[in-house]
């Protein structure tokens, strides 16, 4: 699976847009991106994943570059609650079969400030 | 459905003890998944099911470590003759086959061992 760079942390005012970067410059075709997040003492949660298209949904946008070798993770208007470590995550699409684990790295800490 | 369930959430055992944690997945995801995750790193595989089969383990996994997920639905983890280097959440996951080949997984709140 592809490897993911990502700063480690990052601030936001609340109620401003939250733009996260991450670098899959070895990302192959058939390549998903997900986004997950991890409130501190919380179980990691699901945002969003993409393929090749741009994708939104009440979380967050996704925004993938044209030759697929980074993304950016939007969080429109950040609210407190948003303060976490944000995991970027590239994963090989499969059908059957084993070899389904994602390989997460350290995120980026993003604190939200009132 | 409540979504993933742990239990316990916290466990306080002695080296050298045995310890077991349960995972209670969505109840019509047929994958499991079992990550560890120490502090200030992100979660590492431990071992994945497809229904009642253990499709694949970690090398994390030692032989102390052991998963089953008997009927295809909850899970256990045994940790047997725990060392302080056991010291982690212990996360679980569960996700259901996409025709997409998209791999969600939905994750526990988690168990975290304190080995002393």
């Known amino acids: 699976d592809a490897k993911t760079t990502q700063p480690t942390s990052m601030d936001c005012a609340e109620g401003r847009a939250a733009n996260l970067p991450c670098n899959h410059s070895?990302?192959?075709?058939?390549?998903?991106v997900y986004w997950y997040r991890q409130i501190h003492s919380q179980g990691p949660q699901y945002i969003i994943h993409?393929?090749?298209?741009?994708e939104t949904n009440e979380m967050a946008s996704l925004i993938i570059t044209e030759d697929r070798k980074s993304s950016t993770l939007i969080l429109p208007h950040a609210t407190l609650r948003d303060t976490a470590v944000y995991y970027c995550?590239?994963?090989?699409?499969?059908?059957?079969?084993?070899?389904?684990?994602?390989?997460w790295g350290l995120g980026t800490s993003l604190a939200v400030n009132p | 459905d409540t979504g993933v369930s742990q239990d316990p959430r916290h466990k306080i055992t002695k080296r050298g003890q045995n310890v077991t944690f349960r995972c209670d997945p969505i109840?019509?995801?047929?994958?499991l998944y079992w990550y560890r995750q120490t502090l200030g790193q992100g979660p590492e595989f431990l071992t994945y099911?497809?229904?009642?089969?253990?499709?694949?383990k970690s090398r994390l996994l030692s032989d102390r470590f052991s998963a089953e997920r008997p009927k295809g639905s909850f899970s256990t983890l045994e940790i047997q003759r725990t060392e302080q280097g056991d010291s982690a959440m212990y996360l679980c996951?569960?996700?259901?086959?996409?025709?997409?080949?998209?791999?969600?997984?939905?994750f526990g709140a988690g168990s975290r061992l304190t080995v002393l």
């Open positions: 996951a569960s996700s259901l086959t996409s025709p997409t080949g998209a791999n969600v997984l939905t």
């Open positions: 109840s019509e995801h047929n994958r």
């Open positions: 099911f497809q229904n009642e089969a253990q499709l694949e």
């Open positions: 070895t990302i192959s075709g058939n390549e998903y």
């Open positions: 993409g393929l090749k298209n741009n």
């Open positions: 995550i590239v994963r090989v699409a499969s059908y059957a079969g084993n070899n389904r684990k994602l390989i």
